[in-house]
């Protein structure tokens, strides 16, 4: 009897070992499962902030191809003005070598408060006319030499032939000027 109770004693123990090495085995599929999934979150983590930055990056280009979009759109229509303003300056600016009567002046009143708020409401929308004014230092980068001329400093503006235009800050036509040498 003692033999039969050491064999079962073996048996349990054996069975125990078998049962321990399976779980040890199960075990140790579960921590690579784990970790398997541990690696998939992490790939999955890292493509979801990859796409939301490109996300972000696409709503900053837009954004800016829109206001470049806007501000191009913008340009053109003021363009289209910039000749109108120079003629209805232009025309303004005769009524100094003219002799008026009292009717004909308060026509040109009338006249030049239309042209006042034209220019408002022009500037309403960033459109800005800047006249240098002679003696002004000549700057290539917003004025437009047509001639040297004699006289003044060398460098010095001479003469404003057309006025510049800024929208937004940003020049869109350069003053056309004379220049001394």
Partial sequence: MGDLKKKKQNIGVQQNDEKYEEMKKQIEELALSIHKVEDEKMVIQNQLVKALADYQNLQADMEKRQKVRFFQMKKSLCEEFMSVLDAMKLSLESEKTLKLDSKEKAWFEGVENIFAEFEKVLGGIGLEIYLPKKGD??????????ATV??????EIMEVIQPGYRLDGTVIRDAKVLVSK
């Fill in 137 to 146: 230092v000549f700057d290539s980068t917003i004025h437009d030499a047509l």
């Fill in 150 to 155: 004699e006289g003044g400093k060398a460098g």
